[in-house]
């Protein structure tokens, strides 16, 4: 007898403590069977020769607990919880637009209202919600060129909170100061473009 027979891990690292009862035919505990501990995926859930299984990394294991023929099991989940959401996303814009004098854009339509966030100009979400594109240059089809969003001032701390987003777009505006160091959070981003702003520094992994 296992118990318990599911657990929920939810970051790397973090552990709990299995117990493994031996009952004889008689249902009588049998206080010196020794139990082994094992694990089908060590590379998800870890486990010692106490039961303590410690988290790896996301996925799912099954650990068992053996006394000669007879075994019982427990079912191992890890799974960090989601970061972001419209909250936290919401907040992150916020201190965007004020850090980059926001009421002097050329278009800030919808921003510091209560609208979906898709309604912010410039703001591109997916289908679940998160914030996914922010594009603050636009091509002017009269001009044939790209116009600047007149965002301007350096990116605040709080933009590495945009856990989703995969596409930045600054071309031409203004920009200045270091870039946060918090932007190496931003694991999904997979284009960024700081041309014609004033931005330096590198972009480490947080």
Known sequence: ????????????????????????????????????????????????????????????????????????????????PRTGGAATDRAALLAFFNATDGPNWVNNENWLTDAPLEDWVGVATNAEGPVVGLEMAYWDWDAEQWVSNNVSGPLPPEFGELSSLERVWFYKNNLSGPIPRELGKLTQLTSLDFDANDSSGPIRPN
Do not use: I, Y
Not at 2 to 23: F, I, N, Y
Not at 58 to 77: E, L, R
């Open 1 to 80: 007898m296992v118990s318990p027979v599911e657990v929920r891990l939810d970051a790397p690292g973090s552990t709990a403590r299995l117990t493994a009862q031996v009952l004889d035919r008689n249902e009588q505990r049998m206080t010196e069977a020794a139990v082994a501990w094992s694990s089908n995926s060590a590379v998800v859930a870890a486990v010692n020769s106490t039961g303590l299984v410690t988290a790896v990394a996301d996925g799912t294991a099954t650990v068992t607990a053996t006394v000669g023929g007879a075994s019982g099991t427990v079912a191992v989940t890890v799974a960090r």
